[in-house]
């Protein structure tokens, strides 16, 4: 039998060369390759395994050549460089090392506070030019300062244990944090009002999502206070740049000091050549220790796989090995999707998910099962989880996660029910795959429905009226939407009743302004899949 290929096409540390030729994997190591595309797409079709960093893109067409390869590791945490969906198509294994860069990219924006508070690069600049201003950098201490964190997760929480060492107050923002976590790692959870009109210094340490970009916009900059100074270490597009611009030069903002920008390389930026300004190029994960452990990891965990099948930080299959697979995949994918059914519907807290397996599948792998059903339900707000590390972000934000099994089935042979509970709400929803592996949602909230998921979709939940269906299926009609399928259910006549309906493309939030206006209608969100 061959021994597996792997091409590392990014400069990863020699350590990671030396791991796969001691587990008998083949390698190439050419670190400037990811820089030639049409090269990279020459050549991939000879290689198993692909070992990159962020200059690598790996695009359809890459993967379209890629014939042999089985998998690809990302040393680092984001993977915004890799088609993910076109990668899951190919039956691409795609992994990253989510935790390697933590205390790295933490520290850089400890760093980039005590700078932004003490103007040390402008400091630096004027004495080295053979000027002696000491009157002009008057710098403001950090202790007492109340620091606000928006993204609470693996690398805000760090920011916060360093903060208080410094005697800093921190408080945060983050929805999926829970109250006893908060207390557990000593910072005040309020909403995000509440910080920008106390907080000091902003730093923030969430992903890039739909709900999270510009999450500092233009009205939320004019909600803080006065002489705040923001850091941002975490993605490009957090952040609304041109108003941040406007807000140093009026002065309400003192001071911003940034790592990560909308587009990078950024050769050009509103925010370059103001004098209150530290600009950084994306070094948050960039120490010696921080490039070497993800570089060891990547290379254990490709290794692992190519020799043993076994699955570690994969961010589009969960850790089951290749036996387990095909039983498993359709329920995944279930469970996954049921998650997102209830994320995307779900914007306060999640206090507790309950995951009720009865029939066949309860004899599965449920811990798969629930990663991926966990991961559905968090992905909306978390862009970067994956069904290995979703049980592990979860528990960090206090998010009780509960499993019951029950061999009987009922009017199915295989049933996953998941709840949400949150302060204020209790959402069940329910689905099963039928014999032709699609998995079906077959119960919301109590009321039984029969639909296929599908990559667009529209949700509504109305009072059981005549005219409704027409009415609705009237807006979409002028709104040039075409219908695919229509799922109806009700829990009693005149009751609650609920429409799911597949569409053809995007819903534009106008028609879902007309369709929330209807008689009848409670609630309309569109849905993606």
């Given at each position: ?5 792997v091409?590392i ?13 001691d587990?008998?994997i ?17 050549i991939?079709g000879n290689y ?5 960093r ?6 359809p ?8 390869l089985?998998?690809v590791g990302r ?9 993910i ?9 795609v ?26 690069p402008a ?7 053979g ?16 620091l ?26 983050d ?30 340490h969430t ?7 510009n999450v500092?916009s ?7 206070k006065?002489?705040?100074r923001?850091v ?9 740049e041109?108003?941040?611009?406007e807000?140093l ?24 050549g103001l ?8 070094l948050?994960?960039?120490?010696t ?7 060891l ?9 190519l ?31 049921l ?14 998910v309950r ?8 004899g599965?792998k449920?811990?798969?099962?629930t990663s ?19 049980p592990?972000?979860?528990k ?9 099994t029950?061999?009987?089935?009922g009017d199915y042979?295989?049933l ?23 998995p ?5 909230k109590?009321i039984k ?5 599908a990559?667009?979709?529209?949700y ?6 005549p005219g409704f269906?027409?009415r ?7 709104a040039g ?20 309906v ?11 302004d ?16």
């Open positions: 039998m061959m021994a597996p290929r091409l096409s990014d400069a990863l540390s020699p350590a990671a060369v030396q791991i796969f030729k587990r008998g083949e390698v190439d190591f050419q670190p400037n390759l990811g820089k030639d595309k049409d090269k990279l797409a020459e991939i198993d395994g692909l070992a990159i962020s200059a690598s893109k790996v695009t067409k890459i993967l379209e050549n890629a014939k042999r089985k998998v040393a680092g945490i984001g993977v915004d460089n890799v088609d969906p076109a990668a899951t198509a190919k039956g691409v294994i992994m990253n090392t989510p935790f390697g860069n933590s205390i790295t990219t933490a520290e850089h924006a400890i760093a980039m506070m005590f700078a932004l508070a003490r103007e040390i400091a630096d600049a004027s004495t080295q030019a000027k002696w201003e000491k009157n002009r950098f008057m710098g403001v201490e950090l202790t007492a300062k109340t606000g964190i928006i993204g609470c997760g693996n690398i805000g929480s760090i920011v916060a244990d360093r903060a208080l060492g410094l005697k800093m107050k921190v408080i945060a923002f929805p999926f944090l829970s109250p006893e976590r908060a207390l557990d790692i000593g910072v005040e959870k309020v909403e995000l009002d509440d910080l920008l009109a106390r907080a000091d210094v902003i730093t923030l992903p890039l999502t739909d709900k999270t970009k500092l233009a009205e939320a900059i004019a909600k803080t006065k002489g705040v923001i941002n270490c975490a993605r490009g597009g957090l952040v609304d041109a108003a941040l611009a807000a030069k009026s002065g309400h903002v003192a001071g911003a000091a940034f790592d990560v920008f909308i587009t990078e390389p950024a050769n050009e930026n509103p925010l370059f004098p209150n300004v530290i600009c950084t190029p994306h948050g994960a960039s120490t220790e921080a490039q070497e452990n993800v570089a990891q990547v290379a254990e965990q490709m290794s692992d796989y020799l043993r099948g076994a699955i570690s930080n994969a961010v589009n299959f969960p850790s089951i090995t290749a036996e387990e697979a095909p039983k498993l995949k359709p329920f995944i994918e279930l469970a996954e999707k998650g997102s059914f209830a994320g995307q519907l779900t914007e306060t807290d999640i206090k507790t995951i009720t397996y009865d029939g066949a599948v309860a599965l449920i811990k798969a099962l991926a059903a966990v991961a559905g339900l968090l992905r909306p707000a978390l862009a970067d989880i994956n069904v290995v590390s979703a592990s972000v979860a960090e934000r206090g998010i009780v996660v509960e499993e019951t029950r061999d009987v089935a042979e295989s996953v029910t998941l709840t949400v509970v949150t302060e204020d709400m209790e959402r069940s929803v329910a689905g099963t795959v039928f014999a032709d592996g699609r079906r949602i077959i119960d919301i109590g429905v029969d639909a296929e998921f990559p667009s979709m529209i509504v939940t109305n009072e059981d009226k269906v027409g609705f299926a009237g807006l979409l009609g002028d939407i075409n219908i695919a399928t229509f799922a109806l259910g009700r829990d009693h006549q005149g009751g609650d009743a609920i429409a799911l597949e569409v053809d493309g995007q819903v534009p939030a106008e028609l879902l007309k369709v929330q206006q209807l008689p009848s209608v409670k609630q309309a969100r569109s849905l993606r899949f």
